[in-house]
């Protein structure tokens, strides 16, 4: 088994991005609305903060009440929109239990050129006829991986687990634009994910997949994510995949960088796109 190590992808887009940006004299800025805030949460923002430096950006983080209502979170968002300080708003999921029923009007109340999640409404649509603004940054960061391990995409089986709107749904719908021949599984089960040329894992459990379900030559891209008390997994058993010929992006320090990059790469995008 060969562990694809998505720290090193993700510097060298990073890297790419920071060169660019110098000699272009860009500095990419990044608002990023948190809402209450759990440790889980609070780290990811600080790595995206981080992130945005490395490229020589900016990054504003918003922090607001767990208790702030829907038209006051509203309020925040369309200042943000009319700042034109700010390239990319990011808004931080998931949000406090009582705000989730309104999360899509939250998404859309975000400009679609200031999207760089690739979250709104509209973007997501759009990404079905194949012109959106912006496209989710898992999705584009599975694709990134794909790309470099899998070619000609067309004709290939891929096999998708999981239901997410940001990952799942359309990473479908691009590897389908492509000539991809995809099966998409909502929930995990073991029996039906052989043959796979790609298999992304996003539902299932800590350790759940097993080698003896895996056919040789997959590229596996493991996109769960558990907090255990003896750290961090995914959905594979790397253990048990450790003699088979395949390529696996792992939990911890598989997906999670490069969808970060991937969002720096949106971000940038977003700042020549407003001559920031």
């Known amino acids: 088994m060969e562990i694809i190590r998505g720290s090193n992808i993700s510097e060298e887009i990073r890297k790419g991005l920071k060169e660019a940006n110098q000699e272009e004299g860009i500095c990419p800025k990044l608002a ?70 309104y999360r899509d009007d939250f998404l859309a109340a975000i400009r679609t050129d200031k999207d760089v999640d690739g979250f709104n409404p509209i973007n997501r649509g759009k990404l079905v006829g194949g ?9 584009l960061a599975c694709l990134e991986v794909i790309k470099r391990y899998i070619s000609p995409v067309r004709g290939k089986k891929a096999i998708l687990v999981g239901d997410s709107f940001d990952l799942i749904i359309p990473l479908a719908v691009i590897l389908l634009q492509k000539g991809c021949h995809v099966t998409v599984i909502p929930e995990y089960r073991p029996q039906y994910i052989s043959g796979a040329d790609i298999l992304v894992l996003e539902n299932g459990a800590p350790g759940a997949v097993k080698g003896e379900y895996i056919t040789e030559r997959t590229l596996i891209i493991d996109a769960g994510f558990y907090w255990q008390p003896e750290g961090v997994c995914g959905n594979v058993d790397q253990e048990s995949m450790k003699d088979i010929n395949c390529c696996l992006l792992p939990v911890p320090g598989g997906l999670g960088p490069i969808l970060i990059a991937k969002l720096m790469e949106n971000l940038c995008i977003a700042a020549r796109a407003r001559g920031s």
């Open 131 to 139: 012109h959106p603004k912006f496209t989710s940054c898992a999705a």
């Open 32 to 101: 990023i609305i948190l809402v209450g805030g759990s440790k889980e949460d609070v780290t990811y923002v600080r790595l995206k903060e981080r992130a945005a430096d490395s490229i020589g950006g900016k990054a504003q983080i918003i922090q607001l009440s767990a208790d702030i209502g829907k038209e006051e979170l509203l309020d925040e968002i369309a200042v943000l929109n009319q700042d034109e300080n700010i390239d990319g708003i990011l808004l931080q999921l998931p949000l406090p239990e009582r705000l989730e029923p």
